[in-house]
């Protein structure tokens, strides 16, 4: 089974700043025939579900602002909020969906400093 | 907008069986894989297995012994039914679509259901 890791387990970041998520898989999650990495990243807020942000590692929803970017191939990839508001104080969450069972990583939690 | 929406009872007793349907409304069930993932209170996401509209499965290993999810096409529900629980199996469940991957791998989830907690327990 592929094990997801999640750096750091909680971070707070002023309003305005950048925000970074590391996500880390114990197997390249990268098929190389279409180079696509089968990874996804989701927002959970409080008393809600996940919401998918983004998939193949940097594809961005529709309606998903553009302060959220993912980036990153192979095993190690990174979530990127910009310029965080208060509205993106959440848990956020990676996904492999690469090989089965699909896993998700532990979550990071960020708040506003 | 493809809507799900989870039911079922709350409260489970130990070694007995934890019983949810998932109604879907605004798509139909005859496309997409259909998931059940869960939630233990604080804790992180685990997958449970997914079902498709012919009734195809597929289940997470730590839990396959224990897991059967079956669709009803005609009223546009899955189910899950997990045997034998503890209160390990306490958990918030959701159910999600996503699609499927070329290795046959359910890809990711783009709807989710609001869960729904069961808490097992005498």
């Known amino acids: 089974d592929i094990v997801m890791t999640q750096s750091p387990d909680s971070l707070a970041v002023s309003l305005g700043e950048r925000a970074t998520i590391n996500c880390k898989s114990s197997h390249s999650v990268l098929y190389t025939s279409n180079n696509k990495n089968y990874l996804a990243w989701y927002q959970q807020k409080p008393g809600q579900p996940p919401k998918l942000l983004t998939h193949?590692?940097?594809t961005r929803e529709s309606g998903v602002p553009d302060r959220f970017s993912g980036s990153g191939s192979g095993t190690d990839f990174t979530l990127t909020i910009s310029s965080l508001q208060a509205e993106d104080v959440a848990v956020y969450y990676c996904?492999?969906?690469?090989?089965?069972?699909?896993?998700f990583g532990p979550g990071t939690r960020v708040d506003i400093k | 907008q493809v809507q799900l929406q989870e039911s079922g009872p709350g409260l489970v007793k130990p070694s007995e069986t934890l019983s949810l349907t998932c109604t879907v409304s605004g798509g139909s069930i005859s496309s997409y894989y259909w998931s059940w993932i869960r939630q233990p209170p604080g804790k992180g996401l685990e997958w449970i297995g997914y079902?498709?509209?012919?009734?195809?499965?597929n289940y997470n290993p730590s839990l396959k012994s224990r897991v059967t999810i079956s669709v009803d096409t005609s009223k546009n529900q899955f189910s899950l039914k997990l045997s034998s629980v503890t209160a390990a199996d306490t958990a918030v469940y959701y159910c999600?679509?996503?699609?499927?991957?070329?290795?046959?791998?359910?890809?990711?989830?783009?709807?989710w259901g609001q869960g729904t907690l069961v808490t097992v327990s005498s």
């Open positions: 079902i498709n509209y012919s009734g195809s499965t």
């Open positions: 999600a679509r996503g699609g499927i991957t070329i290795f046959g791998v359910v890809a990711e989830f783009d709807f």
């Open positions: 996904h492999q969906y690469y090989s089965t069972p699909p896993a």
């Open positions: 193949w590692a940097s």
